[in-house]
């Protein structure tokens, strides 16, 4: 069956097409062709011609032009539009006028370095030039090291192997930073947030490391659509960029289908299982052998996802291996293989976290269903462009949760549709961030008297580290001193470079996985249910001090998921604004959290059929937050009774809390909410929204300056909800915000809105 005959069962499908909110007929789009420049080398341009290429898209042109011209530039197109070639023709370009130059590539990921390894290699080799391109990452073997080191043209790596690997060992490269002449920076939309605060940092280094050796590279970026992708790049490179943003790549027709799952309780505001609905409407499609992906919006839910998918491949009496998982957390070779099998077709289905959200090659997927909003409009496009990556008609399913963001983007599709709002957030001064790579800096290369590391406190900073026996300062520089390697101690995902290795000890111990320091808790405390490629384990010990849970092979009927307490102290204000019946403010909080309890979860049904307590330390974590504080006289203003106010505010947090990343490009995860009935700060009625990483990224300070339009959208999803009283879908489920809750928010709303 084709995909068109599935889309007409859909539409004639009463259960289904009733639950579809919009559905979206993406027109085909035909390409925009330009000349090569004259600036291109004439063998350069006989070799892309042979492969076929004998225009470029319009904006591969424009941007090829303007780096030929010496501008950094960040190319802003939707997903396989054929960005590799504005950075590939112009450093082949630059290789051929001299060949003693050198480029680095920057990927997110080493899947994607090795991707771009083999795309460039072939254009490459054909002009029989001795152009030499490597990768260099964890894998890459010791005994070919030195050979990239001083014959490798172009240098393929991550930031992590740039700050771990090859800056702190510049003095083995040097014909690299002598020669650097481009440095290309991919996925430019992906360094946001912590890990967007880290790569500016580990810039200022890089360009800090080539003005030592005397070169002065161009950057060349690219990123998918987002809100201010020029701002962004330029806060990450600290220099001015030029921005190509005029598309010219065809691409195939698409249907974009928004689906919110049927409401089984219309009081509570309860829908169908997203997972339920995502498996049966992925289902449709690898039942007449479509090849399809899933995405799921956490660990668990893929490995849930899988379970239930594999179950129906019996069922259709095919190999349950035709389906498999794909996360964060699996083994190396293990991903390269599910990506391989992707590619040749072995594999029919795939459930995926956002860790194939990026450009690694998978083939031609024709199906993506998102179980969940993905938490940006940015990573559902991203989502949905795996599938349809060549001309043919492709589909895009987006399941809305009950979550009160997903039921807002579900709801509005002309926000979804429109412009994005969102922006990437970053804060290279994070004072923790800042310091760990200030450290490296130095250990790389001594400062100067007065020299500038991205902010006017380096000279203070620099003092502290003398104080601490870090540094040493002599004849107008600061040397290091220290016996530590501090690259080591910093891991560019979080601001905690710890993790949880998992080791299965059913026959024999074997490391199947690591997790996270602060997810740690949360996911391998003894007791828990760890589930990995829909196989279960349990957690018999979690060893905290050595960072080790050891677990054993189980088959149970149910899942577990923990429970956790927080408590938020203000330490700084760094501006208060007052407002209407209120005040806004920004600072820096310390926030305590511990994980007090599970619960036991049946499979399919999805009910509570336990519950244990958990017995680990508090995590303390200095952050900042956003906060309202309302006028401490406020319920009698709004005649409530105090318990009214608090369930108003726990109904108003909640909303506040799942709005927020509208504003910021920020997943749901990355923000945490707080109400106070009488904070121990502000000893008035408060709500906290904090930054989940410690030293804060930025979020908090965005929320302060866009809080009109974050009351807004919390006013429009709390008024559009049809439930009485309250629902997980709005201000959050009766047990939590009481009967009143929902009413109660608005009043607190209104409040603000009517001065």
């Not at 920057?106 to 991707?115: E, H, I, V």
């Not at 997943?667 to 106070?676: C, E, G, H, T, V």
Request: negative net charge; glycine residues 6%.
């Amino acid at each position: 069956m084709t995909i068109e005959q599935i889309l007409d069962i859909i539409r004639n499908d009463a259960d289904v097409i009733s639950n579809i909110t919009h559905w979206q007929k993406i027109p085909e789009q035909p390409p925009v062709f330009a000349e090569y420049p004259d600036a291109i080398h004439p063998e350069l341009v006989q070799k892309l011609k042979q492969r076929g290429i004998s225009k470029l898209y319009s904006h591969q042109a424009s941007a090829i032009e303007a780096i030929l011209k010496g501008k950094n530039v960040v190319v802003v197109t939707p997903t396989a539009s054929g960005k590799t070639l504005c950075y590939n023709i112009p450093v082949l370009n630059k290789l051929i006028e001299n060949p003693e130059s050198r480029a680095l590539y920057l990927f997110p990921t080493k899947a994607l370095s090795q991707d771009q390894l083999n795309e460039l290699y072939e254009l490459s080799h054909s002009l029989d030039r001795g152009i030499k391109s490597y990768t260099f990452d964890g894998d890459t073997p010791a005994s070919a090291r030195k050979s990239i080191r001083t014959a490798g043209h172009i240098v393929i790596t991550n930031p992590d192997m740039l700050h771990q690997g090859i800056m702190p060992h510049h003095t083995k490269w040097v014909k690299l930073f002598e020669c650097l002449r481009y440095v290309v920076i991919d996925e430019v939309h992906h360094y946001r947030g912590v890990f967007g605060s880290h790569l500016a940092n580990i810039i200022r280094r890089l360009k800090r490391i080539c003005k030592f050796y005397g070169s002065d590279p161009l950057f060349i970026c690219s990123s998918a659509t987002i809100g201010n992708p020029r701002e962004l790049t330029q806060k990450l490179l600290e220099l001015d960029v030029e921005l190509i943003d005029n598309n010219g790549a065809p691409r195939g027709g698409k249907h974009f289908i928004l689906y919110n799952p049927p409401v089984i309780n219309a009081e509570l505001g309860i829908r169908r299982s997203v997972v339920n609905e995502a498996q049966k409407l992925a289902a449709k499609f690898l039942s007449n052998k479509i090849q399809t992906i899933v995405f799921a919006r956490s660990r668990l839910r893929v490995e849930i996802l899988v379970t239930y998918l594999k179950e129906l491949m019996k069922k259709f009496k095919k190999s349950p291996q035709l389906v498999r998982g794909y996360r964060g957390g699996y083994l190396p070779l293990e991903r390269r293989a599910i990506e391989q099998g992707l590619r040749s077709g072995e594999i029919l289905g795939v459930v995926s976290t956002n860790a194939l959200e990026l450009g690694i090659d998978i083939g031609q997927l024709s199906v993506c269903v998102m179980a969940g909003y993905p938490g940006t409009i940015i990573s559902s496009w991203q989502q949905a462009g795996r599938a349809g990556r060549r001309t043919e008609t492709s589909i895009a399913i987006l399941v809305a949760s009950s979550a009160p963001l997903d039921q807002f983007i579900i709801n509005h599709p002309e926000y979804f549709f429109g412009k994005s709002p969102e922006t990437g957030v970053i804060d290279p001064n994070n004072l923790i961030i800042h310091m760990s790579h200030l450290k490296c800096a130095a250990f790389e290369l001594p400062f100067e008297d007065g020299e500038q590391f991205g902010s006017d406190a380096t000279p203070h900073m620099l003092a502290y580290l003398e104080e601490n026996g870090v540094l040493h300062h002599t004849e107008n520089r600061w040397h290091w001193t220290s016996e530590i390697y501090p690259a080591q101690e910093i891991s560019l995902r979080s601001a905690s470079p710890e993790n949880f290795v998992i080791i299965d000890t059913t026959k024999q111990e074997r490391v199947i996985g690591e997790v996270d320091y602060f997810s740690a808790p949360l996911l391998i405390y003894e007791h828990a249910i760890y589930i990995h490629e829909s196989r279960q384990f349990h957690v018999d010990k979690l060893d905290w001090e050595r960072r080790k849970a050891y677990v054993h092979e189980v088959e149970v009927d149910h899942y577990t998921d923990a429970q956790s307490k927080t408590n938020l102290k203000v330490l700084d204000i760094f501006e208060h604004q007052t407002i209407p019946g209120a005040g806004k403010a920004y600072g820096e909080v310390s926030v305590t959290t511990v994980a007090t309890a599970y619960k036991k979860i049946k499979f399919h049904t999805h009910e509570n059929i336990g519950m244990g307590n958990i017995h680990l330390p508090e995590l303390e974590m200095h952050t900042t937050a956003y906060w309202i504080e309302f006028n401490d006289n406020i319920h009698a203003t709004l005649n409530m009774t105090q318990e009214n106010l608090g369930f108003g505010l726990q109904a108003l947090a909640n909303v506040l809390g799942n709005v927020a990343p509208l504003y910021i490009m920020a997943d749901p995860a990355d923000l945490r909410s707080i109400p106070m009935v009488k904070a121990t700060f502000t000893q008035k009625p408060t709500i906290y929204i904090y930054d989940a990483y410690p030293g804060g990224v930025g979020f908090s300070r965005k929320l302060f300056y866009v809080h009109d339009d974050l009351l807004e959208a919390a006013k429009q999803l709390i008024l559009e909800c049809g439930c009485q009283s309250g629902c997980p879908s709005c201000v959050g489920p009766a047990l939590e915000v009481g009967e009143t809750g929902k009413n109660d928010a608005l009043k607190l709303l209104q409040l603000a809105f009517e001065n």
